[in-house]
């Protein structure tokens, strides 16, 4: 689990400043667009990132392996800090991975509403 949760944050950081990296300086999406233009334009840069992250896979599946004593870590420290109910592996990864999709999710909709 602990090479999965790596993985997924190290998919995280890799799509959150791709994204940004390739909407600021590849894109350069103008402001003003309107919603639909601009969630257009994201759907276009996602894509563009997407494609770029199939090269980079075996890189990040090896740094997931390099990775995983530390999320390890992280993954027993935040299910030390959860209720005593759900002080478990499991509950800890579903936080990490629900934090990891809210920080992609606050971004991409935030550059929306911004550029729109």
Same mark, same amino acid.
């Given at each position: 689990?602990? #090479?999965?949760?790596?993985?997924?944050?190290?998919?995280?950081?890799?799509?959150?400043?791709?994204?940004?990296?390739?909407?600021?300086?590849?894109?350069?999406?103008?402001? #003003?667009?309107?919603?639909?233009?601009?969630?257009?334009?994201?759907?276009?840069?996602?894509?563009?990132?997407?494609?770029? +992250?199939?090269?980079?896979?075996?890189?990040?599946?090896?740094?997931?392996?390099?990775? %995983?004593?530390?999320?390890?870590?992280?993954?027993?420290?935040? %299910?030390?800090?959860?209720? %005593? #109910?759900?002080? +478990?592996?499991?509950? %800890?990864?579903?936080?990490?991975?629900?934090?990891?999709?809210?920080?992609?999710?606050?971004?991409?909709?935030?550059?929306?509403?911004?550029?729109?």
């Amino acid at each position: 689990m602990a #090479g999965v949760l790596a993985y997924g944050l190290l998919n995280t950081l890799w799509y959150t400043v791709g994204f940004l990296v390739a909407w600021t300086t590849v894109v350069q999406a103008p402001c #003003g667009l309107g919603v639909a233009n601009t969630a257009r334009k994201l759907a276009e840069t996602f894509a563009l990132v997407w494609a770029g +992250s199939q090269v980079t896979k075996p890189l990040r599946g090896a740094g997931a392996l390099c990775l %995983a004593p530390l999320a390890k870590r992280l993954q027993v420290g935040v %299910a030390a800090r959860l209720p %005593a #109910g759900l002080r +478990s592996e499991g509950a %800890a990864f579903t936080v990490c991975v629900l934090g990891c999709v809210g920080i992609a999710a606050l971004l991409f909709g935030t550059v929306v509403l911004v550029w729109a």
